[in-house]
């Protein structure tokens, strides 16, 4: 089974700075099938990224996704007051199954 | 507007049962796979069972299988997940999810906003 390592666990930045947020897979994620939700205190995750690197409906240029195999990538170019958040990578290239999460606070 | 509101959470001891419901509107429900997924107090998310379009196929997270079944009424544009032998480690927000295809196996794209499940005595 794979099993997804997100880090770093917390991301201490300021508005302004490019976040570079990790996810890897201990083995091969099929198809690159990978996605990546935000989620902000009390709300439900909301989709940003998937199939690695496709923007979802509606989500900021200043949000993109990269990477193949087994490391994959979310860098935020330069974070805004509402982008301070957990986030999670899920893959579902086969048995579905989230990272731990990344949150991004404010330094 | 597509919207999926999760109802049927509350209170029940170990060993109980329970069935979340989950109601979908704004769009056409039959041709979409669907899933839960929860979220224990403070910590991550877990995926819990999906369903395609159909209700041929179901898939479960080894932590449910055997306690867990998930079903759908097309007919209704529901969502279920009947929920027996319940354990306290089964306490969280449970959410109903869409899919964005009618299969199992591709990703997920919109959430409800969750119903809550405390197991306890």
């Known amino acids: 089974e794979i099993v997804l390592t997100q880090s770093p666990g917390t991301l201490s930045l300021s508005p302004g700075d490019r976040a570079t947020l990790s996810c890897r897979a201990s083995?091969?994620?099929?198809?690159?099938?990978l996605a990546w939700y935000q989620q902000k205190p009390g709300q439900a995750p909301r989709l940003l990224i998937y199939?690695?690197?496709s923007r979802a409906t509606g989500i900021p240029d200043r949000f993109s996704g990269s990477g193949s195999g087994t490391d994959f990538t979310l860098t935020i170019s330069r974070l805004e007051p509402e982008d301070f958040a957990v986030y999670y990578c899920?893959?579902?290239?086969?048995?579905?199954?989230f990272g731990g999460g990344t949150k991004v606070e404010i330094k | 507007e597509v919207q999926l509101v999760d109802s049927g959470g509350g209170l029940v001891q170990p060993g109980g049962s329970l069935r979340l419901s989950c109601s979908a509107s704004?769009?056409?429900?039959?041709?979409?796979?669907m899933h839960w997924v929860r979220q224990a107090p403070g910590k991550g998310l877990e995926y819990v069972s999906g369903i395609s379009s159909h209700g041929g196929s179901t898939f479960y997270a080894d932590s449910v299988k055997g306690r867990f079944t998930i079903s759908r009424d097309n007919s209704k544009n529901t969502l279920y997940l009947q929920m027996s032998s319940l354990r306290a480690e089964d306490t969280a927000l449970y959410y109903c999810?869409?899919?964005?295809?009618?299969?199992?196996?591709?990703?997920?794209?919109?959430w409800g906003k969750g119903t809550a499940v405390i197991v306890s005595s």
């Open positions: 083995q091969s994620v099929r198809s690159n099938y």
């Open positions: 704004g769009f056409n429900f039959r041709v979409y796979a």
């Open positions: 899920q893959q579902y290239g086969s048995s579905p199954l």
């Open positions: 999810v869409k899919d964005r295809v009618s299969w199992l196996g591709y990703y997920m794209d919109v």
């Open positions: 199939d690695a690197s």
